[in-house]
């Protein structure tokens, strides 16, 4: 079911915002999604399927290796993810930044969680890929959460 649920929201959606718990659950390997991330970022690399996620996935992505003083993993995860195809980095502006706040107080977002819904809708994402149902209580893009198409 998963696999077909993906494809499906793949092709109604061709702009698509990533939580930061995608890039985490395919950099690890995480059996049990990698069915799901294979399927995605293979579908990245080819034309017609255009993704975006905050800077602050970075942010996120990069914590782990900074603790351990992981100079090599710092720069492969940056060289990696920085010069994915069809992936767009988008850092917060003061629009952002606004739209963030707004959605934080409707919704009772954590603020990463307002940046990356804020940067979804301005960069006109039609789906949001997530494993946090948060993001279902939002309107402006249709939120694919993995754990419900697995289960």
């Known amino acids: 079911m998963g696999v077909e649920a993906l494809r499906s929201f793949l092709l109604r959606n061709r702009r698509i915002a990533l939580d930061t718990n ?7 390997g995480n059996s049990r999604y990698l069915p799901l991330t294979d399927l995605l970022f293979s ?3 080819r034309t017609g399927l255009d993704a975006i996620t905050s800077t602050i996935t970075m942010t996120e992505l990069l914590v782990p290796a900074y603790k351990l003083g992981d100079e090599d993993k710092i720069d492969e995860l940056y ?3 920085s010069r994915y195809p069809h992936l ?3 850092p917060p502006d003061l629009e952002i930044a606004a739209l ?5 107080a409707l919704h009772r977002l954590k603020t ?7 940067t979804a809708v301005h960069a006109s994402a039609t789906g949001f890929i997530t494993n946090d149902s948060v993001f279902t209580r ?3 893009f249709e ?8 289960a």
Do not use: K, N
Not at 143 to 150: A, E, G, M, Q
């Open 22 to 28: 995608v890039f985490i659950y395919h950099l690890e």
């Open 43 to 45: 579908a990245l690399e």
């Open 79 to 81: 060289a990696i993810l």
């Open 88 to 90: 767009q980095w988008i």
């Open 100 to 104: 963030a706040a707004e959605l934080r």
């Open 112 to 118: 990463p969680d307002a940046l990356q819904a804020a």
């Open 138 to 140: 939002l309107m402006g």
């Open 143 to 150: 939120t694919l959460v993995l754990d419900r198409i697995l």
